[in-house]
């Protein structure tokens, strides 16, 4: 019953930055911003898709999450 919410709030806390509470925090509030103007705008059945898209996208652009940090790793 809780599958889609508990997908959606990893979604939000990779969104903002693992690790970071502000920032999953930004992330979720984001992505209720998206899927209610998704919801409102075009139609129910495009907001998931809309959800998944813009983790997508910023998974592409910068996947350290919008708070996330760059950390280089000595090898």
């Known amino acids: 019953m809780g599958v889609m919410p508990g997908l959606k709030a990893f979604v939000a806390a990779v969104l903002g930055g693992i690790g970071i509470i502000p920032g999953a925090m930004l992330g979720g509030f984001l992505l209720g911003i998206a899927e209610s103007l998704t919801k409102g705008y075009l139609s129910t059945r495009w907001a998931d898709a809309v959800v998944f898209g813009i983790l997508i996208v910023v998974l592409l652009v910068k996947p350290s999450g919008i708070l996330g940090k760059n ?4 090898v």
Not at 71 to 74: Q, V
């Open 71 to 74: 950390t280089s790793e000595k």
